[in-house]
């Protein structure tokens, strides 16, 4: 009764230890990790993405503001138009504000997030 219980947990340890056999060989020329780490890119701007982490965030919060505004406004008008898009009527200047729309999101998304 005991060697049947006892047999499976051999069989897990034996197999845990080839396990931790296999995993500890390195092939010459090739990191032991899985998914080697690449470094990362410089930003945009050329500075390290953690060095700009410290730095201060500059926003100007009049223009901030104006595009948020401007953005709102837009926002809303877009309802009642795609309403009527359901209804077979494209309002002519709707791409064209949705455009307006997804430039300035990126605007800010650049002020706010450089």
Do not use: C, W
């Amino acid at each position: 009764m005991q060697a049947v219980i006892l047999l499976p947990k051999i069989l897990f340890l034996a197999l845990l230890m080839l396990f931790q056999q296999g995993g500890a060989q390195v092939i010459p020329g090739t990191s032991p990790h899985p998914h080697p780490t690449r470094p990362r890119p410089p930003d945009v701007d050329g500075q390290p993405t953690v060095a700009r982490k410290t730095q201060q965030l500059r926003v100007d919060n009049a223009k901030v503001k104006e595009q948020a505004s401007q953005l709102y406004k837009l926002a809303e008008s877009i309802p009642p138009d795609v309403e009527k898009v359901t209804k077979g009527q494209l309002p002519q200047d709707l791409p064209a504000r949705l455009k307006q729309i997804e430039k300035l999101s990126k605007e800010l998304r650049r002020e706010i997030a450089p």
